[in-house]
């Protein structure tokens, strides 16, 4: 069975302070994906990355950065330098041989200006 | 490129109604995928079409089924609905299929369903 644990379940910074959102995966699959999603107030899931389990590279993108580390089965995602329109719930997920995709339950980060 | 839409945004219905969800996937994408999200369950994934053809499908009673068309335009469907089935209800469209792992999906911004 898949899980993923996202253990932090809300985070407040205040704007421009770097914060990380820690997600934790289990598998038994040795093909699988990683993904991390933004849900903002409206609703609306926002594709953010994916990440393949032969792929441990750091990717940076602005001021997102992901570190996937298969040792310690985490992929953990930070915002550098936060704003307000960050503000919105995380979610990382875990797809793999079920072809089911799980989500972790989300991390809620507020940002206060 | 327009992105997934789905009609009604907001439903309310009573205990033992059914209702009936619409999903328009992004033009080009054949794979769409529903999902219940609750505070208390989270995120859960119900099932997912490809080409007209369940794919996969989640841990969820039958009272929950779809379909799919050929223009890959899909229908959720909750029949004898319980209080427990208020969420959101959210479609997600890629263009591949689901056991193309490597897909990633986009998502509508959900129907709000309340049973009252």
């Known amino acids: 069975a898949q899980k993923v644990t996202q253990a932090q379940t809300e985070i407040s910074v205040v704007e421009k302070e770097d914060v990380t959102l820690d997600c934790v995966y289990e598998t038994r699959d040795t093909t699988y994906y990683l993904f991390w999603y933004k849900q903002p107030p409206s609703g609306e899931l926002v594709f953010l990355i994916r990440?393949?389990?032969?792929?441990?590279q750091n990717e940076i993108s602005g001021r997102y950065s992901w570190n996937f580390q298969k040792s310690t089965s985490s992929f953990n995602f930070t915002i550098t330098a936060s704003q307000v329109v960050d503000s919105a719930v995380y979610f990382c997920?875990?797809?793999?041989?079920?072809?089911?995709?799980?989500f972790g339950r989300g991390t809620s980060l507020i940002v206060h200006p | 490129k327009a992105g997934v839409t789905q009609t009604p945004r907001y439903l309310i219905k009573t205990r033992g109604q059914q209702v009936t969800l619409s999903c328009s996937p992004i033009s080009g994408h054949r794979s769409v995928s529903w999902y219940q999200q609750t505070p208390g369950q989270g995120l859960q994934f119900l099932f997912e079409y490809f080409s007209e053809t369940q794919r996969n499908k989640g841990n969820f009673p039958g009272r929950f089924s779809g379909r799919q068309f050929s223009n890959s335009r899909s229908e959720m469907n909750v029949s004898t609905l319980e209080l427990g089935d208020s969420a959101l209800y959210l479609c997600?469209?890629?263009?591949?299929?689901?056991?193309?792992?490597?897909?990633?999906?986009?998502f509508g911004p959900g129907t709000r369903l309340t049973v009252t």
């Open positions: 990440r393949n389990s032969f792929d441990e």
């Open positions: 997600a469209s890629s263009l591949g299929r689901g056991d193309t792992i490597s897909y990633e999906q986009y």
């Open positions: 997920a875990l797809k793999g041989g079920s072809y089911i995709p799980t």
